[in-house]
């Protein structure tokens, strides 16, 4: 058991105003399961990216262990899958079991060794590298979103894997992959970095307990600020008006006693100043007790009704990609106001599904398809590649209300320095924020959701679960967060 000291930490990017970290303190046990959680672009990668020495930066980093990032690079992925191995860490022949003991942890076949590594699916890949860099001695692994794009089986494997483990920072926005295999959690908030022991379920109920309590008392200041504004006010006026009387006539043939009355309003001034500082002292005592809430407001869509219950169906449908099958005898059914999802393994067709909804003209059916006429529909892709340009052109682009869009992402977490980036310079989260808040600001009948949630915040998939929940539009969606599903669906299809 070590310690990782990080002293002092501050770091910004060249030509930002911010700093993302200023002078952080705080310890790290190199036995510990640390999960690292916060809202998207707030520095987790990049603090990550400090520890690996990418950076420079001001203050102190000591620690007794290198570090070992994942998702490690393969740098040729012709390559047998043994050799990519042998690049992450050498085996002898006598430790190979070790590596066997892995792979049977994680449920790979032994024999996926010899093949070339860009033949293995995206699960086995993930495997494959992080049995390789638990395998390296004296290391802390850096593990950073291992479960985008990985099935809910695949996922519970590998948290599994983790939960018998130790020595690693895992990101994840899976909470039911985080609760079972953490033990401590970092959390970045909006002006703090906080660590705690326990899971994520843990740690947000003691932070919705903090918060509760900091907006509690933010409202008892506010009432103190309204009763000192209303005395200030008093006691302002009522000097103004004593020394108003010095300037007063003869009464009863006697002139006004200046000297006293310009004594009692001094007084009534000063007692007025002094309420005035009091309230100053409460503001700023307000605005230091809320700097680290976070804020989730409620998010808001406007779907449309069509003059059709069922709004689409297949009934033996097939679906084919020139001569590969990649559905087989589907029967789906989709009514207004179903919230459908639809689960299974990597490669079983689920995006197939959604695209042959949309029209793709890549995809030959067998089978009865049936859709009403007239269906609007919205769409979110799991695929933000070629996402560029301001925020402005692509609410024009794709024909919806600017002032919609940039309020939605402002609920969403984005500052208001985050809508001059352009947006291929916006993290992976930020970017499908912008796909989910585009799908929000049009009016359909129809949501297609292709896996919404990657790279994506925890409180942020909070708000996009009460959202649906209340709004209740017809949405049909490929997921693999567990509590998302479980929370969302009303009818589950597995393939």
């Known amino acids: ?25 705080f310890k790290i046990d190199t036995d510990w399961k640390l999960g690292f959680t916060g809202r998207n672009g707030r520095g987790k990668t990049t603090f990550l990216n400090l520890l690996l020495g990418k950076y420079n930066y001001s203050g102190n980093i000591i620690s007794p262990v290198e570090f070992e990032y994942f998702p490690f690079e393969v740098k040729d992925e012709l390559q047998n899958t043994i ?65 985008n794009h990985l099935d809910m089986k695949t ?19 899976d909470r039911k992959f985080l609760d079972n295999c953490i033990d401590h959690i970092l959390s970045i908030n ?17 932070k919705q307990r903090q918060d509760y309590f900091e907006l509690a008392k933010n409202e008892k200041l506010k009432r103190d600020i309204k009763r000192l504004e209303k005395s200030a006010r008093q006691k302002a006026d009522w000097s103004d008006k004593v020394e108003a009387t010095k300037k007063g006539t003869k009464i009863s043939g006697l002139r006004p006693d200046t000297g006293f009355i310009g004594h009692k309003a001094a007084k009534m001034m000063k007692r007025s100043k002094s309420i005035e500082s ?15 809430i976070e804020t989730a407001d409620k998010l808001k869509i ?30 789906l059914e989709i009514n207004q106001g179903d919230r459908i999802a639809i689960c299974g393994k990597n490669g079983c067709g689920k995006s197939t599904i959604l695209k042959f909804i949309l029209g793709s003209p890549d995809l030959i059916s067998i089978g009865n398809f049936q859709k009403v006429s007239n269906l609007k529909i919205s ?3 799991q695929d933000t590649a070629g996402l560029k340009g301001n925020l402005s052109d692509f609410a024009t682009e794709k024909n919806i209300d600017e002032s919609l869009f940039k ?89």
């Open 407 to 495: 309020a939605i992402l402002r609920k969403l977490d984005f500052s208001r320095v985050q809508f001059e980036k352009d947006i291929s310079d916006c993290s992976e989260g930020q970017k499908k924020k912008i796909l989910i808040a585009k799908s929000l600001c049009e009016k359909a009948h129809l949501y297609l959701w292709d896996e919404p949630l990657n790279f994506i915040d925890i409180l942020s998939r909070i708000q996009i679960e009460e959202l649906i929940l209340k709004s209740k539009p017809t949405i049909l969606f490929v997921e693999h967060d567990k509590t998302f599903v479980e929370s969302v669906a009303t009818k589950i299809i597995k393939l």
């Open 190 to 206: 909006k002006t703090s970095i906080v660590i705690q022991k326990g899971n994520f379920s843990s740690w947000h109920k003691n």
């Open 302 to 331: 406007t779907h449309l009704k069509h003059y059709s219950s069922n709004i689409l169906s297949f009934n033996g449908v097939s679906l084919y990609y020139g001569d590969k099958k990649i559905c087989d005898n589907l029967n």
């Open 278 to 292: 009091k309230q100053q002292s409460s503001i700023e005592e307000k605005s230091k007790l809320l700097k680290d």
């Open 83 to 147: 050799d990519v191995i042998s690049e992450i860490i050498f085996i002898p022949d006598y430790e190979y079991w070790r590596l066997q003991r892995e792979l049977s942890l994680l449920d790979v076949d032994e024999n996926v060794l010899y093949r070339p590594f860009n033949t293995l699916s995206k699960g086995e890949q993930i495997k494959i590298l992080l049995a390789s860099l638990f395998l390296k001695e004296h290391c802390f692994l850096l593990i950073d979103e291992p479960t």
């Open 379 to 381: 769409y979110v892709s």
């Open 155 to 173: 996922r519970k494997i590998v948290s599994d894997y983790l939960k018998s483990k130790k020595g690693f920072i895992l990101v994840s926005h």
């Open 1 to 25: 058991m070590a310690t990782i000291d990080i002293v002092n930490l501050t770091f910004g990017y060249e030509g930002s105003y911010d700093s993302v970290f200023e002078n952080v303190s």
